[in-house]
């Protein structure tokens, strides 16, 4: 049997199982298990169904063995600020509410109410988005005040599958800097931040840092899968480990998927005034350094797209379209809260354009150029910001993850930055997952050696300033 590591690497729209091993000084990927994931209204609100994604989990764990794996850890790494709280007894208490849901419209002006913004912005170096864990606590809190009473733990997605692997309560660190509760310098819970929101600090758990061992599965578990597997802490976050497989530290990042995460690695927080102004985030990587990046809105907008229009074009196929239209100049904010859960993702960018006075775009081609050149231009804005804010002039762009596979916008990228682009790898959050095992184990000794693996192992293409695509390896 070949042994393995195993990385869950669960996303909004869906999830994966991978076995990863080293062979011959290259990393080899093979998926073991896909699923489907999404929100679904629960009790007035769009929830996970989080009981669902762990028996996906535990599907494979044992596909794993059928395909004739023998895995020795096993980590995993999901979207960031969900959370379910449990009571004295360990039992969940509260569905697993979705980032998009309304339950937090409004909440973010109630809390700067109470909460100086500054401030929190210098405490915390968070982004002011809607749906971050200090609104939806909030929020929860106001709707359900016994609840909250019985309240005891506080785990975010990966924590509580952890949790139901192992036996063993945890607060991974990565994930818990997205909440907009942990001070951004200490690493710690802010007592000052939790109080002033009346919010119990005794509901988390000192932060664990990634590359830990968290135990081994509980033995029901085991007897029921027949074997046993270390459990271990990668960046649960999934854009913490999809930034362990940026191939060049000297890149300014885009992990580009539901989300586009655009920024660059820092030793340091940066909660300057500009920062705050920009609305970059300060978020805690792997290796306890910071990653200090721009949330946009990202292949949302497209996914939306594409299912009201019932899913008649693949994704390649908008990008086929958008070559083929000879023009369309439309642009709009990508980061307008209109984009956020709209029932109409289509009306919404129709409105936007019809507002601004543009051409409204109609046909499937329309929108995916608009889409993807609106897209295009928040990436160079946040290129701008970033040089302005670190004082570095940076000489490429490094788009990870599934959303790299978009020729049109890579070239368009590259002509409107001036920058070279490169793409790959694609699974980025499951190699970055691994790596972070694999630094637990021993398998890997440093960072510095994850980087020329990662350039062994994986095709990384390379976009010219003047838009021709060169098939490159590092």
Request: with cysteine.
């Amino acid at each position: 049997m070949q042994k393995c590591n195993l990385a869950v690497d669960i996303g909004a729209s869906s999830g994966r199982v991978i076995a990863g091993y080293l062979a011959n000084g290259k990393l080899k990927l093979d998926e073991i298990h896909r699923f489907d994931n999404g929100m679904e209204m629960k009790n007035g609100h769009l929830c996970w169904d989080i009981d669902g994604l762990y028996q996906e989990l535990v599907i494979g764990l044992r596909k794993s063995v059928q395909k004739n794996y023998q895995p020795t850890t096993i980590g995993i790494d999901t979207w960031a600020v969900d959370f379910v709280l449990l009571d004295k007894e360990k039992n969940r208490i509260t569905d697993f509410v979705a980032y998009r849901d309304h339950r937090t419209d409004g909440v973010m002006d109630d809390i700067l109410k109470i909460l100086d913004r500054r401030k929190l912005y210098q405490q915390t170096g968070i982004q002011f988005q809607p749906f971050n864990t200090i609104y939806q606590l909030y929020a929860f809190k106001k709707e359900n005040p016994e609840l909250m009473e019985k309240a005891k733990h506080f785990l975010m997605i990966p924590d509580y599958l952890n949790y139901l692997l192992t036996g063993t309560l945890s607060n991974e660190y990565t994930n818990a800097t997205s909440t907009q509760l942990l001070s951004a310098n200490s690493k710690t819970w802010n007592q000052s931040i939790a109080e002033a929101l009346d919010i119990p600090l005794e509901l988390f758990l000192e932060p664990k840092m990634p590359m830990q061992t968290l135990g081994y599965l509980k033995p029901e578990l085991q007897k029921d899968i027949g074997f046993d597997v270390k459990v271990v802490l990668p960046g649960t976050h999934d854009t913490a480990s999809a930034v362990v497989a940026v191939p060049n530290d000297e890149s300014i990042y885009i992990s580009s998927g539901t989300w586009s995460l655009i920024g660059v690695e820092h030793d340091t927080p940066i909660t300057s005034e500009q920062a705050m102004r920009y609305n970059f985030t300060n978020e805690g990587g792997v290796y306890e350094n910071i990653r200090f990046l721009k949330n946009i809105m990202g292949m949302w907008m497209i996914q939306e797209v594409k299912k009201e229009l019932k899913d008649q074009y693949s994704f390649q196929e908008f990008v086929d379209l958008a070559y083929q239209l000879k023009a369309f100049d439309s642009i709009v904010d990508v980061n307008d809260e209109r984009f956020l859960s709209p029932k109409s993702m289509i009306h919404s960018i129709q409105t936007f354009c019809k507002e601004t006075n543009q051409a409204i775009p109609h046909s499937p081609a329309e929108l995916a150029v608009c889409i993807f050149n609106s897209l295009v231009k928040s990436y160079q804005q946040a290129v701008k910001e970033i040089e302005e804010m670190t004082g570095k002039e940076y000489a490429s762009i490094n788009i990870i993850g599934g959303g790299s596979k978009n020729q049109y916008m890579n070239e368009q990228l590259a002509k409107a930055t001036g920058k070279a682009v490169y793409t790959g790898p694609t699974e980025a959050t499951a190699i970055g997952n691994l790596i972070a095992q694999m630094h637990t184990t021993g398998e890997i000794d440093s960072r510095e050696t994850s980087k020329l693996m990662i350039n062994r192992s994986f095709e990384i293409q390379k976009y010219l300033i003047r838009g021709e695509k060169n098939e490159y390896q590092r």
